[in-house]
């Protein structure tokens, strides 16, 4: 009963040290350890010790299954050479430069020893960064080098631990430390490989979405106990599991497990992230409490600030040499600008895998609480000095977050695209099966208007016309509307206690299904400022077609002359006529290209240049 109590007590500080973040307007890790550090001096919170099991077999799976599935193995893929510097030598490198100071500063601390601690505070977490870096928009690029980054680096830092504690004990060749690794990570990734085979075989299968998502809470802690079991990674198992059946999700699951696992995984991941940094702020006062006073408080924090500057000090030089290096090779229209290995140098904060694994080194060394603090400051320093200055760097720095024009020119793109070849499937069923008027009742229409709907529902995003309301906008307002209306009027019916409870909450799910399905675009067409040139694609068409200056006031006569309202304005580059889009009622920029042949159309709305061609149904 009391541990129950005690977990209940934690989960409603986290939401409420949530919703104070909020409304502080601070970031939530942050507000979070201050009520642990606040908690753990109070006499009525019961002491809650991090042991390492707890952490490395409990915590650790789940929160890096969870980011996993959220990251792409294509985007990785394309960074793989910046995630390995700073997952494998940056924690290497790290760990020795730690190990110097602390053996420096503390000669009667063993090498091995002080090599244990730089290993413990090596690795940036991954909760941190994901939580950072969502906060305050850090560019796609920087994102997916932080994430990809803190998704390995654990498994590096945990071999070079193990290796270092076993020196403790008995020499042990550098050799054998390169050789545990490569079989860790060679064993981690033939893991995760299995584990990700298995689980998509036993999905093509599955089809109850409940079944489905009880499947992935045992995915992560399979793969890692399984890899512990032969000495491999389980750090490795795990994320390659989760990156594999993250990308496999659309092919071997259903859109009902789909749906059901994002949410369930989402709340879960949510929980476990922010419940992480209240724990780390309980750990305060046993550290503190914990250090015997055989050396001088000055002294002692004079380390901690050592260890805390060598670990900042290392990952700003290596970020910063390595991108130089990269930078000679490269050619100079290719480069990533400066400010983006400045702000990745600066995005290093640690976690709780650094608080749990420094109690794996035996209590038996000398200065063990010394160490112990040390990480501790680590963690402390790195969350709120870097973590609250790095807004204000990329502020400083002019580093902005992904143009979301951009995106909603991709998005609009792909998804024209996916309902051209929708409509290809349909034209064929017309011809084979429904040939001959066999659709009576019209369904080939009435598909064609709903997919219609979704593709101009994105195009709309993209109109930086301020005061005007899409059509899509208009039909998600009236038909919320309408959907409270019905909603209202099931939950009178329920009341009245005449139709069975099964068949209520059916109806009530398919009332929310549609609801979350409305699309108005009105939030992503306010983040919408200012366009850049679109990432979609080139042809020839598009390359013969120039951008050009648009009419402070255009106008679509044919609108004018049949009487009907135009939406989102574009302009023939072959001609200059101008005609409004698919959502108007004339879809005459369309029609134009039908009649005309001409193939490019650029949009005439204020703002806005990108360029639409017609053939090959890409953006530029």
């Known amino acids: 009963m009391h541990e129950i109590l005690l977990v209940v007590c934690l989960t409603l500080t986290v939401l409420a040290g949530t919703a104070l973040s909020d409304r502080l307007r601070l970031p939530a890790p942050m507000v979070l350890i201050a009520l642990g550090v606040i908690g753990s001096f109070l006499p009525f919170v019961p002491e809650i010790g991090l042991s390492p099991d707890f952490v490395l077999f409990g915590l650790l799976p789940p929160l890096l299954y969870a980011t996993a599935l959220q990251n792409s193995i294509i985007d990785i893929r394309a960074n793989l050479t910046n995630v390995a510097l700073l997952s494998i030598a940056l924690v290497v490198v790290t760990t020795v430069t730690v190990g110097a100071t602390v053996h420096l500063l503390m000669p009667d601390v063993p090498w091995p020893v002080a090599l244990a601690l730089g290993a413990v505070v090596a690795p940036p977490d991954a909760v941190s960064a994901s939580a950072v870096a969502r906060r305050i928009g850090l560019p796609r690029q920087i994102v997916t080098v932080l994430e990809g980054e803190s998704l390995l680096n654990n498994a590096t830092a945990l071999v070079a631990l193990r290796a270092a504690i076993a020196a403790t004990a008995g020499s042990i060749a550098i050799g054998e430390i390169g050789l545990d ?119 002692v924090l004079g380390v901690c600030a050592a260890v805390l500057a060598v670990v900042i000090a290392t990952r700003i030089v290596w970020v910063c040499l390595t991108t130089w290096l990269q930078n000679l090779r490269t050619p100079a229209a290719q480069r990533p600008p400066w400010s983006h290995a400045l702000v990745t140098s600066w995005a290093g904060m ?80 017309e011809a084979g099966e429904l040939a001959g008027g066999s659709d009576p009742h019209e369904v080939c229409a009435r598909i064609r208007e709903r997919v219609d709907h979704r593709t101009f529902a994105a195009w709309e995003r993209l109109s930086t016309t301020a005061g005007q309301e899409t059509p899509s906008e208009a039909y998600t307002r009236i038909r919320s509307r309408m959907l409270t209306a019905e909603r209202a009027r099931v939950l009178e019916i329920r009341s009245q206690g005449k139709v069975p409870s099964q068949v209520v909450r059916e109806v009530l799910g398919m009332l929310d299904l549609e609801e979350s399905m409305l699309d108005s675009g009105s939030e992503a067409r306010e983040a919408i400022v200012a366009t850049g040139t679109g990432e979609g694609g080139y042809c020839e068409e598009l390359a013969q077609c120039p951008s050009v200056a648009v009419a402070e006031d255009p106008v679509c006569r044919r609108c004018e002359a049949e009487g009907t309202h135009p939406v989102a304005l574009r302009q023939c580059l072959e001609c200059g006529e101008i005609g409004c889009c698919d959502s108007s009622p004339g879809q005459h920029a369309t029609d134009h290209f039908h009649r005309t042949g001409h193939p490019v159309m650029q949009s005439a709305e204020q703002g806005e240049s990108w360029r639409w061609c017609y053939v090959h149904s890409l953006t530029a």
Not at 185 to 203: K, N, P, S, Y
Not at 214 to 231: H, K, M, R, T
Not at 236 to 257: C, E
Not at 369 to 383: E, M, N, P, Q
Request: net charge negative.
């Open 181 to 299: 690794f490569l079989i860790a990570a060679g064993g981690g990734i033939l893991v995760g490989l299995v584990v990700a085979a298995l689980v998509m075989q036993v999905r093509r299968r599955v089809h109850d979405p409940l079944i489905d998502t009880g499947i992935s809470f045992v995915i992560p802690f399979a793969a890692y106990l399984l890899a512990e079991e032969i000495e491999a990674s389980g750090v490795i198992a795990v994320v390659v599991a989760g990156l594999i059946i993250g990308h496999k999700a659309p092919i071997v699951q259903t859109s009902g497990s789909r749906i059901t696992e994002r949410i369930t995984w989402a709340s879960v991941a949510f929980l476990l992230e922010h419940a992480v940094f209240l724990l780390i702020g309980l750990q305060v006062s046993r550290i503190v409490m914990g250090v015997d006073g055989t050396l001088s408080w000055g002294y």
């Open 350 to 429: 640690r976690g709780v895998v650094t608080i749990a694994a420094v109690f794996v080194i035996p209590a038996t060394v000398p200065h063990h609480d010394v160490l112990v603090l040390a990480s501790l400051a680590v963690v402390l320093g790195t969350l709120y000095l870097q973590g609250l200055t790095l807004p204000w760097l990329t502020r400083v720095l002019h580093v902005q977050p992904n143009d979301p024009a951009v995106d909603a020119l991709a998005r609009a793109t792909l998804l024209q695209q996916a309902s051209e070849a929708g409509f290809t499937e349909l034209e064929s069923i």
